[in-house]
């Protein structure tokens, strides 16, 4: 009688489960989808805030769900619980923010920004719980989707063909590649991210049709002409070349990096912004060569030294920039005036946490991507040879995860739900993946 009661409550806590499981794809796939892609043409912020406030909708539809479950289908939390590896990055990133919020040399502007990590957190949760043994393919695509949707807007705009958007004539081209993502950089960046899961599969599968979605992001990637996102991309599929066995990868990845290098050597906006940084390395011209930021860096730098441990809060760059610029230029005279904006990023995440979170957040940071790209070593071999996603896990995790950190040196891709988006959906499914792996 105690063993048939028993039974009932773990068959009625796995299609609670199994419900919740059914919901939260529908919405991480949803959104997944959505968020690269929503705009507001009538707003001041047309592309950046729109999609944070998206993402922040999302983290609020997954926890509604999960407590709806656990209260009203009674649904148990640990059975939702991530696995040791999974548990500990999400761990050490949450006690580092909160750490630095709560010694934040401005708290209100810190707590404002410690959502939107909460946002992260939920979001990279509900995915780890909706990924479980769904088809490989399905979640590339999935994931990718609005990558390659804003690909052929990139290129279409770099050609000229055609934009949603009406620019004035004098606008240089390089600020009118847009997509439906942001700036050129925003842009690279977020295709750089949908691009390495899809080159994965494009080797795994060896079908037409996903070599050419990744030859359109791979191009969405060189017309938004982001010379950061552009190395990240080679480095990633460098390393996919090496995990690749010479059979399945070579040719494929041969294919992609001529496509690559051709669109380089023909392509005048990349030739010339490459000579023009050679110019600027041969004449030490260090604020032409950091495309002007190099006072923001030092601004950074500054900070982190003033608050080496927790940092001065997350969120606060933008509100310390001025003074600390100040002292950057009374420092470094050959400076003074070179950058007049008051800019609201460092344009150089692994800066920012620096300066934000000091080093407790720079560890989480390195934590997190040492985490993800050892996914790989996580997959016992004979797993990796029978199971494909545990193939897909062992495949994508170093690639992904150093082009995100290329991606972070001179850009801030965890400030833009834009690529945080898709960078969430794929290190999730893959930290899910490397678990299921090895104990299916």
């Not at 999935?142 to 705009?157: F, K, V």
């Not at 599969?201 to 996903?210: G, H, K």
């Not at 190099?294 to 982190?304: R, T």
Request: charged share 15%; with cysteine.
């Amino acid at each position: 009688m105690f063993s048939a009661a028993m039974m009932r409550h773990t068959q009625e806590e796995t299609g609670a489960s199994s419900v919740l499981h059914r919901v939260l794809w529908i919405t991480v796939a949803g959104f997944a989808i959505a968020i690269p892609l929503y705009i507001s043409p009538h707003a001041e912020d047309t592309f950046r805030l729109p999609k944070e406030l998206l993402l922040r909708a999302e983290a609020v539809a997954v926890a509604s769900s999960i407590v709806i479950a656990a209260i009203w289908q009674k649904l148990k939390l640990r059975s939702l619980f991530f696995d040791r590896v999974t548990g500990m990055v999400l761990a050490v990133c949450a006690v580092a923010a909160a750490s630095s919020t709560a010694l934040s040399a401005n708290r209100a502007i810190s707590v404002r920004s410690m959502i939107y990590v909460a946002a992260c957190i939920l979001t990279f949760w509900a995915v780890y719980i909706a990924a479980y043994r769904k088809n490989l393919d399905k979640v590339v695509l999935i994931g990718a989707a609005a990558g390659m949707l804003n690909a052929p807007l990139a290129i279409a705009q770099r050609l000229e063909w055609f934009s949603p958007f009406q620019f004035e004539g004098s606008l240089p081209l390089q600020m009118r590649i847009t997509a439906l993502v942001g700036n050129s950089n925003d842009v690279g960046a977020s295709l750089a991210v949908c691009l390495i899961p899809v080159a994965v599969l494009a080797v795994m599968r060896r079908r037409l049709l996903v070599i050419v979605a990744a030859s359109l992001l791979l191009g969405g990637v060189i017309a938004a002409n982001a010379l950061t996102a552009i190395l990240a991309v080679a480095v990633g599929l460098a390393f996919l070349v090496l995990l690749a066995s010479r059979r399945i990868g070579w040719r494929i990845l041969t294919a992609l990096i001529v496509v690559g290098l051709a669109t380089v050597i023909i392509s005048p906006p990349l030739r010339d912004r490459l000579h023009a940084m050679a110019t600027a390395a041969r004449a030490r011209d260090y604020d032409a060569l950091t495309s002007h930021r190099i006072v923001p860096f030092l601004a950074a730098i500054e900070i982190f030294r003033d608050h080496p441990l927790v940092g001065a809060g997350p969120g606060t760059f933008k509100w310390l920039y001025l003074p600390y610029r100040l002292r950057v230029e009374a420092a470094h005279p050959s400076l003074y005036l070179k950058t007049i904006e008051n800019v609201g990023e460092v344009h150089s995440d692994q800066l920012q946490v620096l300066a934000e979170e000091g080093l407790m957040g720079y560890a989480a940071f390195l934590v997190a991507m040492i985490a993800l790209g050892s996914r790989t070593l996580a997959i016992k071999k004979e797993n990796g040879e029978q199971n494909e996603r545990a193939q897909f896990v062992r495949l994508a995790s170093p690639p992904l995860a150093v082009c995100f950190f290329l991606l972070a040196a001179t850009g801030f891709p965890l400030e833009l739900s834009a690529v945080m988006m898709p960078f969430l959906f794929f290190a999730a499914t893959l930290f899910r993946w490397s678990a299921d792996a090895n104990v299916s």
